[in-house]
């Protein structure tokens, strides 16, 4: 199977998928922020227009790349992660605030390049992992019964000099071994396997650079020259069994294909998302001090987001057509700060709004991975069915909406500690003194575990 033909499937997926439909699917996690949802929806679907596009105009479409702005917790890093589920597309989120110019103590920032063929390279292998697991099990479940009963092939044993009945005896009693493999009853037993040792750490660095960011693959490179060196190692036998699959599995994929479709996946579909790059904006216009670092940073991040070749330890990646949507508060500073050629490599810029109480009641409910749904999941396992009244859930909304103005507004972040405040006596005391029940919470409970919290505005900084 060719690069071209899964990434074709990829994009048959997005073409399953308007615009309005991917903004429904994205609404089951993130509350409201239409605006938002539209333009990284259109962006989506941009991506699979191109590729029908015929000739050379193909290549000269480059993707809108996007800023959201707004404050911290309201949705932007989700939009993205989202977004890329739903295609499986190559993802990775980086700080801004990561990079230094030209690499010096931070990071370069070509390593963001890195890591997403990084991210590409381990999304195809799982994939081809799952495609080859039938086959891996069985190699694996002969590899186990070899360990267990030799086979009669092998150094030491004339295989002419058996007899029939001796033959015959090897196949049943192995056979025998086969079933029992299969329906467990050998799980606990102790087996020896001998398995290929790791590639020692050597020469990780090359004085402050690593071998990796210069696009050497190590680990490759010395596998080539040194011998292959094995280690003895007694696990049981449902253990033997997970790592032999695996090692199977490894020798049934074709890497150079998974390479080869994975540096696709990653040039045509990938998303980069840069956060907090309003940090290496230049509040006013100002180039003096710490401010030369942030300007040069900016002009680091340039070429890449234009669209330049970066050499990986996979082969060379162009980022002309990944997708990069960047996101900031820009509290203190503005879009209009960066520098005027990065501006003009975001032309799509959408503001992402503060969250009201209203919002909290939905992010509290409505989301497939709401955080009461999640709780009562957790509290389930213990037997303990736990309920929330509507009062109850408004009072935890008012709360975070409350705390957030007065104290720092950290969005949707707030009702996790929120949350987790108001439930550590039934977190704690779950176990074993709590009867397995429902366990209901109310609107005097929440008030009760957070009154004295919400009074003291000092203390809440620390605790919510």
Not at 53 to 67: A, D, K, S
Not at 225 to 253: C, D, G, H, N, W
Not at 269 to 289: C, N, S, V, W, Y
């Given at each position: 199977?060719?690069a071209?033909?899964?990434?074709?499937?990829?994009?048959?997926?997005?073409?399953?998928?308007?615009?309005?439909?991917?903004?429904?699917?994205?609404?089951?996690?993130?509350?409201?922020q239409?605006e938002?949802k539209?333009?990284?929806?259109?962006?989506?679907?941009?991506?699979?227009?191109?590729?029908?596009?015929?000739g050379?105009?193909?290549?000269?479409?480059?993707?809108?790349?996007?800023i959201?702005?707004?404050?911290?917790?309201?949705?932007?890093?989700?939009?993205a992660?989202?977004?890329?589920?739903?295609t499986?597309?190559?993802f990775v989120?980086?700080?801004?605030?990561?990079?230094?110019?030209?690499?010096?103590?931070?990071?370069?920032?070509?390593?963001?390049?890195?890591?997403?063929?990084?991210?590409a390279?381990?999304?195809?292998r799982?994939?081809?992992m799952?495609?080859?697991?039938?086959?891996?099990?069985q190699?694996?479940?002969?590899?186990?019964?070899d360990?267990?009963v030799p086979?009669?092939?092998?150094p030491?044993?004339?295989?002419?000099?058996?007899?029939?009945?001796e033959?015959?005896?090897?196949?049943?009693?192995?056979?025998?071994?086969?079933?029992?493999l299969?329906?467990g009853?050998?799980?606990?037993q102790?087996?020896?396997l001998?398995?290929?040792?790791?590639?020692?750490?050597?020469?990780?660095?090359?004085?402050?650079?690593?071998?990796d960011?210069?696009?050497?693959?190590?680990?490759?490179?010395?596998?080539?020259?040194?011998?292959r060196?094995?280690?003895?190692?007694?696990?049981?036998?449902?253990e033997a069994?997970?790592?032999l699959?695996q090692e199977?599995?490894?020798?049934?994929?074709?890497?150079?294909?998974v390479?080869?479709?994975?540096l696709f996946?990653?040039e045509?579909?990938?998303?980069?998302?840069?956060?907090e790059?309003?940090?290496?904006?230049t509040?006013?216009?100002?180039?003096?001090?710490?401010d030369?670092?942030?300007?040069g940073?900016?002009?680091?991040?340039?070429?890449?987001?234009?669209?330049?070749?970066?050499?990986?330890?996979?082969?060379?990646?162009r980022?002309d057509?990944?997708?990069?949507?960047?996101?900031?508060a820009?509290?203190?500073?503005?879009?209009?700060?960066?520098?005027p050629?990065?501006?003009?490599?975001?032309?799509?810029?959408?503001?992402?709004?503060?969250?009201?109480?209203?919002?909290?009641?939905?992010?509290?409910?409505?989301?497939?991975?709401?955080?009461?749904?999640?709780?009562?999941a957790?509290?389930a396992?213990?037997?303990i069915?736990?309920?929330f009244t509507?009062?109850?859930?408004r009072?935890?909304?008012?709360t975070?909406?409350?705390v957030?103005?007065?104290?720092?507004?950290?969005?949707?972040r707030?009702?996790?500690?929120?949350?987790?405040?108001?439930?550590?006596?039934v977190?704690?005391?779950?176990?074993?003194?709590?009867?397995?029940?429902?366990?209901?919470i109310?609107?005097?409970?929440?008030?009760?575990?957070?009154?004295?919290?919400?009074?003291?505005?000092?203390?809440?900084r620390?605790?919510?």
């Amino acid at each position: 199977m060719t690069a071209v033909h899964d990434t074709e499937q990829l994009l048959e997926r997005v073409r399953a998928l308007t615009p309005r439909q991917i903004v429904q699917e994205l609404d089951k996690y993130i509350i409201g922020q239409h605006e938002a949802k539209r333009a990284v929806a259109i962006a989506l679907r941009n991506r699979w227009r191109r590729q029908r596009v015929q000739g050379q105009l193909r290549e000269e479409i480059t993707p809108n790349n996007i800023i959201l702005i707004g404050p911290t917790g309201v949705g932007k890093t989700e939009l993205a992660r989202r977004l890329a589920k739903l295609t499986g597309a190559p993802f990775v989120k980086v700080e801004a605030t990561r990079f230094t110019e030209v690499g010096y103590v931070g990071r370069d920032v070509e390593s963001m390049v890195r890591d997403l063929v990084d991210a590409a390279v381990a999304m195809v292998r799982a994939e081809k992992m799952v495609e080859v697991q039938r086959q891996a099990r069985q190699h694996a479940e002969e590899r186990l019964l070899d360990v267990l009963v030799p086979p009669l092939r092998h150094p030491g044993l004339a295989f002419d000099a058996l007899t029939p009945e001796e033959v015959e005896r090897h196949h049943v009693a192995r056979e025998r071994l086969r079933q029992q493999l299969r329906s467990g009853e050998l799980d606990t037993q102790i087996v020896e396997l001998e398995l290929p040792s790791e590639t020692p750490p050597m020469f990780q660095f090359v004085g402050p650079v690593q071998l990796d960011e210069l696009g050497i693959n190590l680990r490759e490179l010395f596998r080539q020259f040194m011998p292959r060196q094995t280690r003895k190692r007694k696990v049981t036998i449902a253990e033997a069994r997970a790592i032999l699959e695996q090692e199977e599995a490894s020798k049934l994929i074709d890497m150079d294909a998974v390479i080869r479709e994975a540096l696709f996946r990653a040039e045509n579909l990938g998303i980069i998302f840069i956060d907090e790059i309003d940090k290496i904006a230049t509040p006013g216009g100002a180039r003096l001090g710490p401010d030369v670092s942030r300007e040069g940073v900016q002009r680091d991040l340039l070429p890449i987001v234009e669209g330049a070749t970066v050499m990986t330890k996979y082969g060379p990646v162009r980022t002309d057509h990944i997708l990069f949507i960047a996101s900031g508060a820009f509290h203190v500073s503005k879009p209009s700060d960066l520098i005027p050629e990065l501006q003009g490599r975001f032309p799509i810029r959408v503001e992402l709004h503060s969250l009201t109480e209203e919002d909290f009641v939905k992010i509290l409910t409505l989301p497939e991975n709401a955080l009461i749904k999640q709780y009562q999941a957790l509290l389930a396992t213990e037997g303990i069915q736990l309920e929330f009244t509507e009062e109850a859930i408004r009072e935890i909304a008012a709360t975070a909406a409350r705390v957030n103005e007065e104290v720092a507004n950290i969005g949707a972040r707030r009702l996790h500690t929120i949350l987790s405040t108001v439930l550590e006596d039934v977190l704690f005391d779950a176990p074993d003194a709590l009867s397995p029940g429902v366990v209901r919470i109310d609107a005097d409970y929440v008030r009760s575990r957070l009154s004295a919290i919400v009074r003291n505005v000092d203390l809440s900084r620390f605790i919510l």
